[in-house]
């Protein structure tokens, strides 16, 4: 899942790879029902053991070791801590919405390469794109936009959707 919000605490960030809905042509990981199970019990508690867990859905910590480590290396899914950006010092974020011209996947790998947007996807309807983006103040804010989402190749117009409170934010939806 993304971190909607939600910068990674865990050393320096590394963009995470741009992921495209699959159209038939990228394989998809079947997940069986332990495999489900692993995934709930870790969006419970993500520090979890894997002894645990393997209790909990009748495995060795071994097989769930492996199986971890197969969805994680097939893109399934990240275990990452989730923080929460004002307490780290970013008072702004905010949502933008950007119409381009061109290959919009082009420009969605541009916005996704910017060190403060955390979320990007493509999208039908008043927008191409939507981005989210985690700033210190106003200043910085400005500045992102004005220098570095609108001087992105193919973007023709952004319309800024400023976050004031956060009401609601899980990630423990589950497999359904």
Same mark, same amino acid.
């Given at each position: 899942?993304?971190?909607?919000?939600?910068?990674?605490?865990?050393?320096?960030?590394?963009?995470?790879?741009?992921?495209t809905?699959n159209?038939?042509?990228?394989?998809?990981?079947?997940?069986?029902?332990?495999?489900?199970?692993?995934?709930?019990?870790?969006?419970?508690?993500?520090?979890?053991?894997?002894?645990?867990?393997g209790?909990?859905?009748?495995?060795?910590e071994?097989?769930?070791r492996?199986?971890?480590?197969?969805?994680v290396d097939a893109?399934?899914?990240?275990?990452?801590?989730v923080?929460?950006?004002?307490?780290?010092?970013?008072?702004?974020?905010?949502m933008i919405?950007?119409? #381009?011209?061109? %290959?919009?996947?082009?420009?969605?790998?541009?916005?996704?390469? $910017?060190?403060? +947007?955390?979320? =990007?996807?493509? !999208?039908?309807?008043?927008?191409?794109?939507?981005?989210?983006?985690? #700033?210190?103040n %106003?200043?910085?804010?400005?500045?992102?936009?004005?220098?570095? $989402?609108?001087? +992105?190749p193919? =973007?023709?117009a !952004?319309?800024?959707?400023v976050?004031?409170k956060?009401?609601?934010?899980?990630?423990?939806?589950?497999?359904?």
């Open positions: 899942m993304h971190n909607r919000g939600m910068p990674n605490s865990a050393g320096p960030q590394t963009p995470a790879p741009l992921r809905a159209n038939g042509s990228i394989p998809v990981m079947q997940l069986d029902d332990l495999s489900k199970a692993i995934i709930e019990k870790l969006q419970q508690d993500g520090r979890r053991s894997y002894a645990g867990i209790k909990a859905v009748g495995l060795s071994a097989a769930v492996q199986r971890v480590q197969r969805m893109g399934v899914m990240q275990i990452v801590a923080t929460d950006p004002m307490q780290l010092g970013f008072a702004r974020q905010a919405g950007i119409k #381009c011209t061109g %290959d919009t996947l082009k420009v969605a790998e541009k916005l996704a390469a $910017i060190d403060a +947007v955390d979320y =990007v996807v493509l !999208t039908a309807g008043s927008f191409d794109a939507i981005v989210e983006v985690v #700033c210190e %106003d200043d910085g804010l400005l500045e992102l936009l004005n220098t570095r $989402i609108r001087e +992105v193919g =973007v023709i !952004t319309e800024t959707l976050y004031l956060l009401v609601k934010q899980q990630y423990n939806w589950g497999t359904r």
